[in-house]
């Protein structure tokens, strides 16, 4: 499966970046007792596990916080996040899969999910060419 990066225009633009940048976000289904939602997440080859906003979780009729908590931190200088693991089912370019998704209140609803080292890395080999604009994904056998 091929995809596209995601190109956010900079105004102004940047002396660093230029005109815009680019980024390795992709939409995924993301479903649970009969319950679908379409949802972009940003593919972070340093992100822990899969982290997508607590609202999704509930829209899906989780109860959020009845999950394996899990802390996360990265790199601001803050108290560490929870997130809360469920179970669900993922379609990621008409593959369909099950994983463990953390669900968080610490993350802004107005971002991205993130797929992470397990529950995404672990079942995809994963080729970005930020030169070409384009991620590969393939599922491991």
Known sequence: MKFKYRRFDLFPPSDFFGKFILKPIIT?????????????????????FCIFDAGIGEYLELDVRSGIEV????????????AYLHQVNLEIGGVQFKTDIGFSYDISDRGYGIFGQKGFFNKFIVKFDLEKEEIEIKKRI
Do not use: W
């Open 71 to 82: 802390g996360f931190g990265g790199i601001q200088n803050a108290p560490v996040a929870k």
């Open 28 to 48: 995924i289904k993301i479903s649970r007792a009969g319950m679908v939602v379409k949802y972009a997440a940003l593919i972070d080859s340093g992100a822990d």
